[in-house]
């Protein structure tokens, strides 16, 4: 992940809104992905966009990306107890291989 | 859709001995899968592609000889971690998508975490 940079921990009140940052580096990526990893368990992919979208929007779920500045977030809207687990931004190359960050620890505070 | 399951979820074995991990997609045929080795709280790496009815392609740094694997049909997609050492010890999981060198959507496994004593 030295090409994927995440902030490593978020806390956040139940109700409120959870904003995660990922940078990468790469120009050429296609796809930009969030998943989501509870502990002990495997990724769950929570939402990707492509790259020459600027919003994407699933339920609970907004994906913003500034291709220019080659940041990508994560939105989540009413964070719940559920919420909490280790999200990781990962960017698809042009030879279709995943660069993950480090990943950010959101815990979600009653 | 698109479950991909791992077996063993956990495994504990001797110094030495060697361990296989299995990787099965469910519900779709998986031409390409991934093997990644993620330690504690850090990021997931690649450790290998797989393509169905070919020899994987291993990342630099990962040795070939010592993580055997092998893509025998659409669905199974196995990792040998042979001669098994305590620095081996970590969490595997697999990735598979539908295509060719990885076109679509990787979907993961839940894990398997392998413990060398």
């Known amino acids: 992940g030295e090409d994927v940079e995440q902030s490593l921990f978020l806390s956040v009140r139940e109700g409120d809104s959870s904003v995660i940052n990922c940078t990468y580096t790469?120009?050429?990526?296609?796809?930009l992905y969030w998943y989501k990893q509870e502990p002990g368990a495997g990724l769950q992919l929570l939402t990707y966009?492509?790259?020459?979208?600027d919003m994407k929007q699933d339920q609970r779920l907004t994906v913003l990306l500034n291709k220019k500045d080659k940041h990508l977030s994560l939105r989540i809207a009413d964070t719940q107890t559920g919420d909490s687990a280790i999200y990781f931004c990962?960017?698809?190359?042009?030879?279709?291989?995943?660069?993950f960050g480090a990943g950010t620890t959101v815990t979600v505070r009653a | 859709g698109a479950v991909v399951s791992q077996h063993p979820s956990r495994v504990i074995c001797k110094s030495g001995t060697s361990v296989k991990i299995e990787c099965r997609s469910l519900d779709f045929q998986a031409t390409t899968m991934f093997w990644y080795r993620q330690f504690p709280k850090k990021s997931l790496m690649l450790m290998a592609t797989s393509n169905e009815g070919s020899k994987a392609t291993y990342e630099q740094g990962v040795e070939k000889d010592k993580f055997l694997i092998n893509h025998a049909s659409l669905t199974l997609s196995t990792l040998t971690v042979t001669s098994a050492h305590p620095e081996d010890s970590s969490f595997y999981i697999c990735?598979?998508?539908?295509?060719?060198?990885?076109?679509?959507?990787?979907?993961f496994g839940p894990g398997t975490r392998l413990t060398v004593l």
């Open positions: 966009i492509f790259s020459n979208m």
């Open positions: 990735s598979a998508t539908s295509g060719r060198a990885g076109t679509d959507t990787q979907y």
């Open positions: 790469d120009s050429s990526s296609t796809y």
């Open positions: 990962a960017e698809r190359s042009n030879d279709y291989k995943l660069s």
